[in-house]
């Protein structure tokens, strides 16, 4: 659907407008009665959550590309059907085909709380087709109310022997990284990406004073972000097993192209994810995992 059919779809929704960057992408601006969201329907991708009278939420690269095909750097990418390299293939693409690829809007809805939910779907064609899957699709909600809810649900009709895995790669926006923590994680082991190595978190809270990419292997349900001693963001997750912790630092962020060298002092990536590979084998299978970040 291009932008002017997207905009007569939804006429009925004052509180929603399209807008089509220079390269094509398209994106819907939310207005609910708490908050400002912004969906990129490349990779259902938020780029933007602004509550009424607060800073924005989210982290996204002053260097980021708008380009059909190419990730957008910060907001919230999805990793779809797999997280990191593929399993079996290492020249498919990192995190996954969803975070590039178009979705469709299904519906659009105002809830009597003043938030709204706009709900998006990806069907999933060619490679995957070819394993004797019927049907495979993920669904993708988005709440824009007071807090921001990232809920994405897969969907498997009579498939069998399909892995996947997944993430909500949240980039959160801080003043300082070095004046920032993460609560909620004391006592998880956890997979260090860098030195390959099983370690456990023994401090209270995780700090940040150089790289981090770390697989914390159990699902946290209730994070913090901490600012100098205050409470800065919540964080609930659903339906994952594991949580994603990155930040790229120096070295690194000098590395990635759409990231500006100072980036990293901006960011911290918080991420639901699950991470042990799945197999279907038959019937309908739906799993559902969520964000909220509030
Ligand atoms: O979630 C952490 C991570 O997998 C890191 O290892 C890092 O590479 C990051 O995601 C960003 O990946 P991207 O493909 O978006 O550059």
Same mark, same amino acid.
């Given at each position: 659907?291009?932008? $002017? ?5 939804? %006429? ?9 960057? &220079?390269?094509? !992408? ?8 708490? $908050? ?11 780029? =933007? ?10 982290? !996204? #690269? ?22 990191? &390299?593929?399993? #079996? ?8 085909? &969803? ?15 003043? $938030? ?5 779907? !990806? ?14 699709? /993920? ?10 809810t990232v809920t994405m649900t897969s969907v498997i ?12 790669? #949240?980039? /959160?926006?801080?003043?300082?990284? @070095?004046?920032? #923590? /993460? ?10 990406? /860098? ?40 964080? @609930?997750? =659903?339906?994952?097993? &594991? ?31 699950? %991470? ?13 995992? =969520?964000?909220?970040?509030?």
């Amino acid at each position: 659907m291009n932008l $002017s059919q997207l905009k007569s779809r939804f %006429l009925n929704h004052e509180n929603i407008n399209f807008l089509s960057s &220079a390269q094509g !992408l398209v994106k819907l601006i939310v207005c609910s009665h708490h $908050s400002t969201g912004v969906i990129h329907l490349q990779g259902a991708h938020v780029t =933007s959550f602004v509550p009424k009278n607060r800073k924005e939420f989210l982290w !996204l #690269s002053p260097l980021a590309k708008y380009k059909k095909g190419k990730p957008i750097r910060g907001g919230i990418p999805i990793c779809w059907p797999w997280f990191g &390299a593929h399993p #079996s293939d290492p020249s498919l693409p990192q995190h996954g085909f &969803a975070r590039t690829s178009i979705f469709e809007i299904d519906k659009i809805t105002d809830l009597n709380d003043g $938030s709204v939910t706009v709900q998006l779907s !990806l069907q999933v064609r060619g490679d995957y087709l070819k394993f004797g899957v019927l049907s495979f699709y /993920l669904k993708v909600q988005i709440n824009v109310g007071v807090s921001l809810t990232v809920t994405m649900t897969s969907v498997i009709d009579n498939g069998y022997s399909i892995p996947w895995s997944e993430a909500i790669h #949240s980039y /959160l926006a801080v003043d300082d990284i @070095q004046n920032t #923590s /993460l609560f909620g994680l004391r006592d998880t082991r956890y997979y260090n990406q /860098l030195s390959g190595q099983v370690e456990c978190q023994l401090d209270d809270s995780v700090y940040f004073d150089q790289e981090i990419d770390r697989i914390y292997k159990q699902p946290s349900n209730l994070l913090t972000v901490i600012y100098k001693n205050k409470n800065l963001l919540k964080i @609930q997750q =659903s339906g994952s097993d &594991a949580t994603v912790i990155w930040n790229p630092w120096v070295n690194k962020a000098k590395l990635i192209q759409d990231f500006p060298d100072q980036g990293y002092q901006n960011m911290l990536c918080v991420e639901a994810a699950n %991470l042990e590979t799945r197999d279907q084998r038959s019937g309908k299978q739906e799993h559902s995992i =969520s964000q909220m970040i509030s």
